[in-house]
């Protein structure tokens, strides 16, 4: 019965590649959606993630830093530092800020930080180093490539020329990337010595975590204090609220043009061999016989498709990420088993959905 279903969809080669070719290129952009959700997943939270702070302190009623503002003073940290279990304590200061090269300007999500307390800054260089001065920058490498920057640039802000020191991996949050500055810096620049985002602190190596935040909530009521994963989870959470029903949407709508150009192609295949059905089941094809034949044409058109797809998928990704440096893409094999499944999944409903045709093709049929 295989190849009798294969035989009949090479009956028309041209339809079939075309229907392959359609199928496939809902596949890739099903490929496509759940890479770039993996990158952005991973882009908005590494700054986050690898930052190695134990608590986070901001201001009350703010839970991350994607899509919630914090505002405290940076002398805070003065406060926090000599509690107990405490090691040390920096400052962030984040803001949108306009980077200028030219006649071109560009928003970044500035992130000014203390240099000489490790905490805060980029966190992983591809090229170059950190920035030490206030006449410095670094700048992500996704934000650099899309717009030629290059090691040794001269940027501005405001009035403010800095010399590109560094470029930086984990800071590209899809939207809008990271750049980051001295702590000095982007003070200066909003014109508030005394602002913090955030303050990052680490605790000393044996103390409990717990305790340590406990006792920072004591010396400063009103703020609030997380642990690392509950912050970085906090920060998930917005992320894929924000984002991720875009996804979803947009993948159901692939799901469905899947559906029915698989379920349009297979009814149309058994208008065209109605006479030869009507003949099976005056032969007494055996029950389910024709049932199975349209669910193994469907699952062969899908799992084609699907090898169409993986062939063309990842150099598109290269050129698209060539394109846009922003768009920041992550495949895995779990991924790749899961869209296969789920195309394969939609095949059977496409199936199921064209089977319903044969219950009106009776045998009398046959003798027209």
């Known amino acids: 019965m295989d190849m009798y279903a294969v035989r009949t969809l090479r009956s028309q080669p041209l339809r079939l590649m075309l229907t392959i070719g359609g199928v496939a290129l809902c596949i890739i952009l099903m490929f496509f ?71 071109n300007e560009r ?3 500035l992130t000014g930080f203390d240099p000489e307390k490790g905490l805060g800054g980029p966190p992983r260089l591809k090229a170059g180093r950190s920035v030490l001065n206030d006449d410095e920058i670094v700048l992500d490498r996704a934000f ?18 800095l010399e590109v020191v560094g470029i930086s991996t984990g800071t590209n949050a899809f ?11 982007a003070q200066k620049i909003i014109g508030f010595p005394g602002l913090a985002t955030c303050c990052l602190v680490k605790i000393k190596k044996g103390h409990p975590i717990a305790e340590a935040a406990g006792n920072i909530r004591k010396e400063l009521p009103g ?34 043009v899947l559906t029915v150009v698989l ?11 109605r006479k030869d059905f009507a003949v099976l089941k005056t032969l007494g094809s055996p029950k389910g016989f024709l049932g199975r034949l349209i669910i193994e ?6 799992l084609a498709a699907s090898a169409v797809a993986l062939v063309f998928f990842f150099p598109l990704v290269l050129v698209i990420e060539q394109i846009s440096p922003e768009v920041s893409t992550k495949s895995t094999v779990e ?5 296969i499944f789920v195309v394969m999944i939609m095949s059977l409903i496409s199936s199921f959905l064209s089977i319903r045709r044969l219950r009106r093709i009776y045998t009398l049929e046959a003798f027209r």
Do not use: C
Not at 297 to 302: F, G, R, T, W
């Open 33 to 103: 959606l759940v890479s770039v959700y993996r990158g952005v997943a991973d882009g908005s939270v590494d700054y986050i993630r690898e930052n190695n702070a134990d608590l986070w302190v901001l201001q009350h009623n703010a839970t991350n830093i994607l899509r919630s503002s914090s505002l405290i003073q940076a002398a805070q940290g003065k406060k926090i530092r000599p509690i107990s279990g405490v090691e040390s304590v920096s400052p962030v200061l984040l803001i949108l800020a306009s980077i200028k090269k030219g006649d």
């Open 107 to 109: 928003t970044v999500f």
């Open 144 to 161: 650099a490539k899309k717009f030629k920057f290059k090691l040794g640039d001269t940027v501005g802000i405001q009035k403010h020329s």
């Open 175 to 185: 939207v809008i990337q990271y750049a980051f500055v001295t702590l000095r810096f």
């Open 223 to 256: 703020m609030e204090v997380y642990d690392h994963e509950t912050f970085l989870k906090n920060n998930i959470q917005e992320m894929e609220s924000g984002f991720l029903p875009l996804l979803y949407t947009v993948a159901v709508i692939g799901a469905v």
């Open 263 to 273: 379920s349009l192609l297979l009814s149309v295949n058994i208008l065209e061999k």
């Open 297 to 302: 044409q469907a699952l062969l058109i899908s």
């Open 335 to 339: 991924q790749v088993i899961t869209v």
